[in-house]
């Protein structure tokens, strides 16, 4: 990690209006909700396995449809339903990971189960941050192309080591020591990739 990879994030974070600021601040919020929603419907589910199902089943999938597919999944695991009746828009193996994920015995299993069957860095850090977690960093596409300074299509994000994945957590977290400097908010890592996240999606459609 360079000076400059902090610099191109620190960049973004000034770009970020207040509408960003805000949307950013409350993005995993939102989205701890909508499982806290779930449990309350779904008896039986565990805030862990809502997480879960919603993380699994992110990859090359749209928010808005993403959480239309986690309902979907979960109200089939309710009531018994066949999962190979519902078509979500993702993987075929994050969906199967959604299912090992319903298909827990969560009495008897430890906090790491569900990280395991995630196992992907980027959706095992996107469940973290969900659930929590303020130094979790989800490295996607986006952030990739921020942490480099350049405008890229997600299609064209190389393939991230656990190194490099490392690293650019690592520079997410630093830039979030100076966020009050930087948009005068304090920001936790996990809301600095969310606020320059919301920005530069601004940003390229703009």
Known sequence: MTRANTRHISGMLQLASQVDILDGIHWYQR?????????????????GQAVGVISALSPNNKWE????????????????GDYNAIKVCTFNNNKRKAI???????ESVDAEAIPNILSGQ????????????????????HAYAIFIGERIATSRTPSITPKLFETIQRAYQLVSKRSVELCGVELSPTQVQAVTWVTYRRLIKG
């Not at 989205?31 to 805030?47: N, P, Q, R, S």
Request: net charge negative; hydrophobic share 50%.
């Open 100 to 106: 090992d994920i319903l298909s827990l015995d969560m």
């Open 31 to 47: 989205a701890y909700d909508l499982a806290v929603k779930f449990i309350h419907a779904y008896e039986g589910l565990t805030m």
């Open 65 to 80: 449809r993403n959480c239309i597919d986690a309902e979907a999944m979960i109200k089939t695991w309710h009531i018994g």
């Open 122 to 141: 980027k959706v095992v850090a996107f469940y973290r941050s969900i659930m929590g977690d303020k130094n979790a960093v989800c490295v996607d596409g």
